[in-house]
């Protein structure tokens, strides 16, 4: 009978935390409705600011995308932004060459260094952590060597391509995709797994060495492409581009609510609601007239209360 | 006896793990010059009760008294200080320190000066100590690793012993020891009696117990039973009042047959690892085999490698005729499945839900066309937690929530889902109720009666007496004996073979 109280009684409150924690990315999106609604009187809803927002969610959403896979395993990649710059120069060096080489170009450039950055943490098992923040050294340098510290354009031409359907398209793409292969594919449920306990998925006869190589190309695969978008919506590749989407997409996807940890209570919606928080927040803060600068330091701040809010210290393994 | 008169006293110690209760206010009292014995099953609270002791962890609620005093240190070092120390029954020695600096370590101070420890006066302090406790033959400027195993556990009984404890307790130590080994210990033990002081001992093999202790106090699910003095020791009574029931338990297979099957669908050769040395067997049709020995006698690594969780280091493991199994994918796809002793860390994701565990192995069984479909798994997930009789309010609970028992039937209804013929099953009831062991009992003989083959390894003589058709005992990685169910060995002729 006691056995039965105590049982009830750590239930009821871990399912307590639990429904805390999934109701806490959607007041945080409401908060930012209502605070910048309010804020900027209506404006960050107006349709010049909807376009701007459009603009932006590109990125994040198929961005934070790409990093729900990587965090659902309760792994993570600083190096999403300098890779994405890397492939939008490249991009550029191709358009010289023939401006349809772009796309192709830069999703191969984003592809194989995902692939690399996937075989140094799973097959030479170094951390994740290490592996990505040298990477991404390395890709700010490689950036400086391939254009020579110089700015690079693309053909005007190019500029056309970037278009509201496209946009529209893009999203609505990766979104649908991304759920499926998140929530009701096989690679979806075993990358979650993993997050929860490698062990268990290991001993359950998974080959955890694919899973877990994945992530890395999928997320470097999409960096590239970002990294095409960047180049026929700007028509320039420069040694800054990409160096505000790791914070963006990263802040996205925990502020949705996919734990720190990974693990099998990541959910897609979690990508939405974060993509639109930081959209918006983006936004207002423009229209508000908080500089880029001021933006990246509250932005920085949100993630590290996000992080202290939501992960459970005890747990993590790569902060020692 | 009032509590003056008590060298120490332990009363109404309560202990919880989570919801496991692992002490129910236990006693126990020690007299001056005496050996104690602590007996019980598994899990009956034994090694907790003597920790709570040495103040290794703290206790929920009770008191302790020694020497008619409060005792209440605040860690164990203090407990040693005050006369109380403990051998683990865990590996406590430190591979990369000498043996002396094992005896001393975090004493190191004794022989330090300006920063620099007197090394040699070390070795010559801890040299005198292993001489105190008959074991001269390990020299104290030895790396550890040079040493045995049971000279190791040696080191750690020195170590215990430099503090001229007034209270020793030896948590299972036997265990590691030979014969030779043994006898140091007992003779330490009745020269520590000599002087008065007191030892707690605490050992699985009640005829031990019975010739080496002068009082015995049983422990049953982490209750106090009884206490009994040196003439009234009959070893029939005190099993009896260990396990609570009647021994011979009718739970098991009441089938006196062994398998008879002669297709063999799993097999070893001549495997050779770490621990193993030459293990060859082979698993019939329809046949629980079960594997037993000590903790570290090597059967839990077999489990391992029959998985393909480790590769072998010499040697062939066969599924059916030719079908060599190299790692877990390959093994599952052989139809082989594996239970891991380690139930919350290896085989279930406790921060999951029940349907994420059981769908786990299965996933390409469930999915149709590329999408697995959250109806079809819970219906999966429902079907077989209903034929495991899950305890749990719904299929979404996670499965930190239940209990031990619950969780294992969770790990097997998601073999059970996934199919499989040959399960490896290493020591299934570790730390479960007794209500749940029989339905793992009773879900055995069934698969076998399916004609699924089950490998069993488990530390509890009586399971694998109770459900094998045959039974192999290992020792020190080696294969020492096999015996066919109809044999009907008894409990203490496997101890022979297993020591």
């Known amino acids: 009978m006691r056995f039965h109280m105590q049982n009830s009684l750590i239930g009821t409150s ?23 609604g309010f804020g900027t009187k209506g404006l960050v809803f107006s349709k010049l600011s909807l376009q701007s927002m459009l603009n932006e969610a590109v990125y994040i959403f198929i961005g934070a995308i790409g990093y729900a896979f990587v965090l659902a395993q309760g792994n993570f990649d600083l190096s999403v932004g300098s890779v994405m710059g890397v492939a939008c120069m490249t991009a550029a060096m191709a358009t010289k060459i ?38 991404s050294f390395m890709c700010t340098g490689l950036i400086l060597i391939i254009s020579n510290g110089a700015v690079v354009g693309a053909p005007l031409f190019m500029l056309k391509w ?61 960096a590239g492409l970002l990294g095409f978008i960047s180049l026929i919506r700007t028509g320039t590749a420069s040694s800054s581009t990409g160096s505000t989407l790791m914070l963006n997409v990263l802040n996205a996807a925990l502020l949705g609510g996919i734990p720190f940890s990974g693990g099998t209570t990541s959910k897609f919606r979690s990508v939405i609601i974060g993509t ?3 959209t918006i ?24 209360v996000t992080i202290a809010l939501s992960f459970d210290r005890k747990n993590l393994k790569v902060i020692k | ?51 709570i002791i040495a103040v290794i962890q703290p206790a929920d609620s009770g008191e302790i008294f020694l020497d008619g005093q409060p005792y209440k240190p605040v860690d164990s070092l203090e407990a040693q200080r005050q006369g109380i120390c403990m051998i683990l029954q865990e590996k406590g020695t430190f591979d990369n320190l000498s043996v002396s600096r094992n005896i001393f370590i975090g004493k190191e101070n004794f022989f330090s000066f300006g920063g620099m420890i007197n090394i040699p006066r070390m070795n010559a302090a801890a040299q005198k100590i292993l001489e105190k406790i008959h074991a001269g033959h390990i020299k104290a400027a030895w790396p550890i690793t040079a040493l045995s195993f049971e000279d190791r556990k040696l080191v750690e009984v020195a170590r215990a012993m430099y503090a001229e404890p007034k209270v020793l307790i030896a948590d299972e130590t036997t265990t590691a020891l030979s014969r030779n080994g043994r006898e140091i210990l007992y003779r330490i033990m009745r020269d520590m009696k000599k002087e008065g002081h007191s030892v707690i001992f605490i050992s699985h093999d009640l005829d031990e117990l019975i010739n080496v202790c002068d009082s015995l106090t049983i422990l049953r699910d982490g209750e106090y039973v009884k206490t009994f003095e040196k003439k009234e020791f009959v070893t029939s009574v005190i099993r009896h009042l260990m396990v609570g029931r009647e021994v011979a338990g009718n739970y098991y297979r009441t089938d006196m047959d062994s398998c008879k099957n002669p297709e063999t669908v799993f097999s070893m050769e001549h495997v050779y690892s770490q621990k193993l040395r030459d293990i060859t067997f082979d ?86 066309n590329l999408f697995i479909w959250n109806k079809d798994e819970r219906e999966f997930a429902k079907a077989w937690g209903k034929k495991l009789e899950i305890k749990m309010t719904n299929i979404h609970q996670y499965v930190i929530e239940l209990s031990g028992g619950n969780k294992q039937k969770v790990a097997l209804a998601k073999w059970l889902g996934f199919g499989a013929d040959v399960l490896i099953m290493d020591y ?49 990685g080696r294969i020492k004996g096999e015996f066919s169910r109809e044999e009907k060995v008894t409990e203490c002729k496997l101890v022979d073979y297993m020591i």
Do not use: W
């Open chain 1, 162 to 222: 970037y278009t509201v359907p496209l946009k529209l398209g893009v999203i609505l793409t990766f979104g649908i995709a991304g759920f499926f292969a998140f929530e009701r594919s096989y690679y979806g449920k075993i990358s979650k797994a993993i997050g929860s306990s490698i062990e268990a998925v290991r001993q359950s006869g998974t080959n955890i060495v694919l899973f877990r190589i994945l992530p890395f190309i999928i997320l470097g695969t999409i």
């Open chain 1, 14 to 36: 871990v399912i307590r935390r639990l429904n805390l924690k999934a109701i806490f990315p959607l007041l945080g999106l409401v908060f930012v409705v209502l605070f910048f």
């Open chain 2, 283 to 368: 698993l019939r049709k329809g046949e629980i085999l079960g594997l037993g020995g000590l903790a570290e006698c090597g059967m839990h690594e077999i489990g391992n490698i029959a998985f393909g969780l480790i590769p072998p280091d010499l040697g062939i493991v066969k599924a059916g005729d030719d079908k060599v199994v190299i790692n877990p994918v390959k093994a599952t796809s052989l139809g082989i499945a594996y239970l891991s002793k380690n139930r919350d860390t290896e085989s279930l994701m406790t921060s999951a839900n029940i349907v994420d565990n059981i769908c786990l192995a299965s996933y390409k069984k469930i999915q149709k």
């Open chain 1, 281 to 304: 927040m983006s936004t207002g803060m423009t229209i508000l007239g908080t500089s880029t600068v001021n933006q990246q330091l509250i932005k920085g701040l949100v993630f590290l």
């Open chain 2, 1 to 51: 006896m009032p509590v003056e008169s008590l060298l120490l006293k332990a009363h109404k110690i309560n202990k919880s793990f989570g919801i496991t209760r692992a002490l129910k206010d236990a006693d126990l009292e020690l007299e001056y010059g005496q050996i104690h014995g602590l007996i019980g099953e598994n899990g009956s609270g034994k090694s907790t009760l003597a920790s």
């Open chain 2, 428 to 476: 299934p009831t570790r730390g479960i109720d007794i209500g749940v062991k029989v339905n793992i009992y009773q879900l055995m003989t069934e698969l076998k009666n399916q004609g699924k083959s089950i490998i069993l390894i488990s530390e509890e003589l009586p399971e694998i007496i109770g459900m094998s058709d045959r039974i192999i005992i290992l020792k020190d």
């Open chain 1, 98 to 135: 023939n401006p349809y080489l772009a796309l192709p170009v830069g999703i191969i450039t984003g592809s194989i260094i995902g692939l690399i950055n996937a075989f140094v943490i799973v097959k030479a098992g170094v951390m994740a952590f290490i592996t990505t923040l040298a990477m």
């Open chain 1, 276 to 278: 639109l928080t930081i």
